[in-house]
């Protein structure tokens, strides 16, 4: 039996896992989203970190701004989700590790751009 080709949607769907992967992300099928039949190639949290890390850059250009106090609420919220389910307390859903990443990725924006205000502040 020959080698397997692959179709073209399966090739990009590995060559998009691969850079999943890469970015250090655990892939976990049972926490990832799927979408005709195709895992998404990073988990739902990260899917939410990088939804609020590109959402509130548009925020930024649109000189939208949060406190740094907001920041690190969103930030907690996420990582009181993620400890809660480490320590076994509450597994954690798919849907709630989006909107907690989300949260975290807009707050993990928000302190670099404080940090960015307060050092240009010092010149």
Known sequence: MGPTTLSRK?????RLMRIGCQS???QR???SFAWQGYQFPICARCTG???GQIGMVILLL???RITLGVSVIGLGI???DWLLQRLKVKESTNWRRLITGILGGCGLI???AWLFTWIRSLW
């Not at 399966?10 to 590995?14: H, K, M, N, Q, R």
């Open 78 to 80: 996420m990582f009181i």
């Open 62 to 64: 649109m000189s939208v």
């Open 29 to 31: 099928a049972d926490r």
């Open 110 to 112: 928000g302190c670099y």
């Open 10 to 14: 399966d090739a990009i769907w590995l």
């Open 49 to 51: 970190v990088i939804l």
């Open 24 to 26: 250090g992300c655990h």
